[in-house]
């Protein structure tokens, strides 16, 4: 694959889980608030940080040696993907609250919180997570979207990038749930 198909893909990638994670991000504020929220962090159906997270536990995945069975356990996974969805979650929770004074999520009131950035609880669901979307999720879309031309996949990512820079205004703030 040269330098220029991979970036088309890492961003085709990024904006299909930035996608979804918004959508996840809805649907549990509407269960919970029994009200429509947009949860995301713009204007727009995505949330960056699912994106970033998605993308990071595609590669960082990709980049460790294969036993000999060619796949790589599910326990390396949850344990790669707790701790780099983890570290993403705090730096993207404290930066947002730095720049915007608005916190998207607030881990205060669990157990063993870290300025309410992340805690434990959610750190084990995002290693379940991890797994659960490296092992069914990410295979199953992969085969879906490898049909996908490489000039319709460039155009589609133009296409959100502009999107992106179009919603790169926050919204106001939401009351945390």
């Known amino acids: ?41 713009l204007c727009g159906p995505i949330c960056p940080i699912y994106g970033f997270g998605m993308v990071g536990l595609i590669y960082s995945v990709s980049l460790i040696p294969m036993p000999d069975s060619g796949s790589m356990s599910a326990v390396s996974i949850f344990f790669i993907g707790m701790i780099l969805t983890t570290a993403i979650e705090l730096v993207g929770g404290w930066a947002l609250f730095k720049i915007y004074h608005i916190r998207w999520w607030d881990y205060s009131n669990m157990k063993f919180n870290l300025g309410g950035y992340i ?48 919603t790169l205004r926050p ?4 009351p945390l749930a």
């Open 119 to 166: 805690c434990p609880q959610f750190s084990l669901l995002w290693g379940l997570g991890s797994v659960l979307m490296i092992k069914v999720i990410h295979p199953l879309l992969a085969r879906g979207s490898s049909p996908m031309p490489f000039n319709i996949m460039l155009i589609v990512d133009v296409v959100l990038l502009f999107f992106l820079l179009w």
């Open 1 to 41: 694959m040269t330098p220029t198909e991979s970036a088309v893909k890492t961003l085709y990638w990024f904006f299909l889980y930035g996608f979804i994670g918004w959508g996840v991000e809805v649907v549990y504020a509407a269960v919970k608030t029994h009200k429509l929220v947009n949860r995301g962090f």
């Open 171 to 174: 919204p106001p703030p939401q």
